[in-house]
């Protein structure tokens, strides 16, 4: 009886026992357990057995009393290990093998019934499909929250004039909530990315077993009604191995991350002196051990830097996948500290970002006493000459010779007289002023999608409407 000597030598009866006549080396141990980071997978896997045995029970494989038993004492293991008391050790190597060891040991022949017509490959890829799935959920709802932030504060900021930049030099004058919409739009492009990612994870691996399916007489599609899979894996040893699904949750993780990035940068430079067109809430900053006056945007830069770690996973993912011939390979047990990390590091960031968003305040008066800087109208003047029929090349070149006048005199385009308007271009009138100014540019606009306020107003309320559902 090699395989029970080596059994008990090794302290803990190994799983695929039968075979082996040597223990395994303590270093190997080590190397390969996963059980310090798929343990927070446990509700998936007991879900994912539960249902797994309902469905041998549906098929006669196990009776309806077994069926009780390894649910009851499922649940229960489950309660025991949220309650902290559960026991983990490396020797038992994952989450999957930790259950089911508990289950054997208090139900014997009926827990060793449980792990019929599957295999750890598509258990674990069961696993993770559910984690994903619900981590997709938690995140929507957290971007919501982060849109919810920016569209509770337009109507406060409405009246308030901000400049928009291109290449970081200003650009043209738009209303606040034209940027507070102009995030929202990149979440939910965020949101929809999740969404569509979430129909490639809601597909049963379950019944795939090792790779070639089972001659046992299962019913997946009972197994996937009962986890809520939309889909049933058509190709065991496609769905066994598949994890696509992980790579592309990692990449929209990752685009989140960059998106906040981008915000988070935006607003650090508005919170510095130069800028000074927004005061960050304290309880988001912190100060320096040495220079009394200082209050750090510490939130906004660990949003922008904790970035880096996103991409990185997304780059380990895509070459731990690169070149794995089909079906499971051990490698793809990698795939959860990559995952696990970029979910985490993305949900805390947006919970941060929502009620930062929410409570910065403007500096209006600072914002206002400069919004007349940089000649934003400059294109606002151009586009009054369109209109009086100059073509638009001949416009450019006229205004642009304005500007520069102006420059050299220290004067906006409101403060050139109209007589001197009019020798550069017989086609403008006395009504040109209205146009001019940040106020009378913003007034200006027309077009869809423009910082128009009547287009704002109307995108406000689509959002607001949106936000309910
Ligand atoms: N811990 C493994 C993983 O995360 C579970 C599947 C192991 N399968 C196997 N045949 N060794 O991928």
């Not at 606009?445 to 607001?464: F, L």
Request: hydrophobic letters at 40%.
């Amino acid at each position: 009886m090699a395989a029970k000597k080596t059994a008990s030598k090794n302290g803990i009866a190994k799983a695929w026992g039968g075979v082996f006549t040597e223990k395994t080396d303590k270093r190997m141990e080590l190397f390969s357990e996963s059980i310090s980071y798929d343990q927070r997978l446990y509700k998936e896997d007991i879900a994912g057995s539960i249902a797994h045995a309902r469905m041998l029970a549906d098929v006669g494989i196990l009776t309806p009393k077994e069926f009780d038993l390894i649910r009851k004492n499922l649940k229960e293991i489950e309660k025991e290990i949220e309650s902290g008391a559960f026991e983990f050790t490396t020797e038992k190597e994952d989450i999957h093998m930790h259950i089911e060891a508990e289950l054997t040991r208090r139900l014997g022949d009926a827990g060793r019934k449980l792990h019929t017509a599957r295999s750890r490959n598509d258990q674990i890829s069961t696993d993770m499909r559910l984690w994903v799935r619900g981590a997709i959920d938690t995140l929507c709802a957290l971007l919501r929250d982060l849109q919810n932030a920016f569209v509770s504060r337009c109507d406060r900021d409405f009246d308030v004039i901000l400049p928009a930049y291109t290449h970081t030099q200003r650009a043209q004058p738009v209303l606040a909530p034209h940027y507070w919409l102009s995030y929202c739009e990149k979440f939910e492009r965020d949101r929809q990315r999740l969404l569509d990612c979430r129909k490639r994870v809601n597909v049963l691996s379950l019944g795939a077993a090792a790779c070639a399916g089972t001659s046992l007489p299962i019913d997946r599609a009972k197994t996937a009604e009962y986890l809520g899979f939309d889909q049933v894996g058509r190709n065991s040893l496609d769905i066994s191995g598949d994890r696509d699904f992980a790579a592309e949750f990692a990449f929209d993780l990752a685009q989140i991350a960059i998106h906040l990035s981008g915000w988070a940068e935006e607003w650090i430079w508005w919170s510095t002196c130069e800028f000074n067109f927004l005061r960050l809430p304290q309880a988001f900053c912190t100060g320096s051990s040495i220079m009394p006056q200082k209050v750090n945007p510490d939130t906004l830069e660990l949003i922008r830097g904790k970035t880096a770690r996103t991409v990185g996973n997304l780059q380990s993912l895509l070459v731990l996948l690169k070149g794995l011939p089909q079906a499971y390979n051990r490698d793809m047990q990698e795939d959860k500290e990559p995952i696990f990390d970029s979910f985490d590091t993305v949900r805390a960031s947006l919970e941060l970002a929502a009620p930062l968003a929410a409570q910065a305040e403007l500096n209006r008066g600072a914002i206002a006493a400069r919004i007349n800087a940089g000649y934003l109208d400059a294109t606002s003047l151009m586009e009054y000459m369109i209109r009086a029929g100059v073509p638009q090349r001949v416009a450019h070149g006229i205004v642009g010779r304005l500007v520069r006048s102006a420059m050299e005199r220290g004067i906006r385009l409101s403060e050139i007289p109209l007589d001197e308007m009019r020798a550069a271009a017989p086609e403008i009138g006395e009504d040109v002023y209205r146009y001019l100014d940040a106020a009378g540019a913003v007034r200006a606009m027309k077009s869809y999608g423009s910082t128009a306020p009547a287009e704002v107003k109307k995108q406000i309320r689509w959002w607001k409407k949106q936000l309910q559902r």
